[in-house]
């Protein structure tokens, strides 16, 4: 609903014209109108105000004290709208560039780094969606997505990043406290699960024959509380290569108790649709995540 006691903007830009020149003519010039069109505007504004804003002196023009300080008021608000305009106007131009991707790949790879992927292209407008979920590109405005797993859906190409793998992951402290970890022994100790990924521990076990009698158990919610849990020696957790090579590189109280004994688990890859295969910023985003998950997720000990 409108507010009936606001004048009109047209009304606004009028008085703060020929304030600013303190010349009805010249204000008529400045908005392509003539002299007595600008003077019938004042007075119509004036009437509604209920003050006066200029003192009419034979040829000359000044303003009131009322009308300075309504001066400096609507000037404020108009530089304000002006500003706002010119913003959203920048916004509209910017092209977006939507990448969904796991939560542990936002916070790792995407928060630290997409910085220098922007300055690469400060044209775009990037936004990263966070969700463990698989994201529709047809009902979605989303650019890429970097997902664990290779899909068949129809439309979407799909180009490998990075081979996933399973291995314990605990901290010194725990280790010294159960050497059986070296010999893959779990029977004395708190394993440590993510609730999103139930397979994880089985897959490992059944490989290396490690199966436990032990109960003991922590269930998190993501990654990131799992080494949490680790760094606080609350138990050995499974860790994802070569992930856990960027927490062990920030943190040299984790190790791997079985270093030798990995288990394939998958494979992320970049999604995005078909007809944007020959699409300039998404074949360099792809360049620039391969090479950001070569610099973060090295074993630099080795």
Same mark, same amino acid.
């Given at each position: 609903?409108?507010?009936? *006691?606001?004048? %009109? ?10 304030? $600013? #020149?303190? %010349? ?17 505007? /004042? ?25 300075? #300080? ?5 000037? *404020? ?5 002006? =500003? ?10 910017? $092209?977006? +560039? ?12 995407? +928060? ?7 300055? $690469? ?11 463990? %979920? $698989? /994201? ?6 989303? !650019? ?20 996933? =793998?399973?291995?314990?992951? @605990? ?14 022994? +779990?029977?004395?100790? #708190? ?6 990924? =139930? ?26 509380? =799992? /080494? ?35 288990? *394939?688990?998958?494979? @992320?890859?970049?999604?995005?649709? !078909? ?28």
């Amino acid at each position: 609903m409108s507010n009936q *006691r606001l004048p %009109s903007l047209n009304l606004i830009r009028v008085f703060e014209t020929a304030a $600013r #020149r303190l %010349s009805f003519k010249d204000a008529a010039d400045e908005l392509f109108v003539s002299p007595p069109a600008v003077s019938h505007q /004042i007075k119509a504004l004036e009437e509604h105000l209920g003050i006066t804003l200029f003192k009419r002196e034979n040829r000359k023009i000044s303003l009131t004290t009322e009308g300075k #300080r309504y001066y400096l008021h609507i000037k *404020r608000g108009l530089d304000l709208i002006d =500003s706002a305009t010119l913003a959203v106007r920048k916004q509209k131009k910017k $092209r977006r +560039f939507v990448v969904n991707t796991l939560p542990n790949i936002a916070s790792l790879l995407l +928060f630290p780094n997409i910085h220098e992927f922007q300055s $690469r292209f400060p044209e775009l407008n990037i936004q990263i969606d966070s969700d463990i %979920s $698989r /994201i529709d590109f047809e009902h979605s405005e989303t !650019t890429v997505a970097i997902r664990h797993e290779c899909g068949n859906e129809p439309g979407l190409s799909y180009q490998p990043l990075v081979r996933i =793998s399973l291995t314990p992951i @605990c901290s010194k402290n725990y280790l010294e406290q159960h050497p059986g970890l070296l010999k893959g022994d +779990f029977n004395d100790c #708190r394993l440590i699960k993510i609730s999103g990924d =139930s397979y994880q521990w089985p897959r490992w076990q059944t490989q290396w024959s490690a199966h436990t009698e032990t109960s003991d158990e922590l269930v998190v919610s993501t990654v990131e509380a =799992s /080494i949490a849990a680790v760094k606080n020696d609350i138990g050995v957790a499974m860790g994802y290569l070569p992930t856990s090579y960027q927490f062990m590189n920030n943190d040299e109280t984790l190790v791997l108790p079985l270093p030798d004994k990995v288990t *394939r688990h998958g494979e @992320c890859f970049l999604a995005y649709r !078909t007809d944007h295969a020959e699409d300039e910023v998404i074949n360099a985003f792809y360049e620039w995540v391969g090479k950001i998950i070569a610099q973060e997720w090295s074993d630099k000990k080795n």
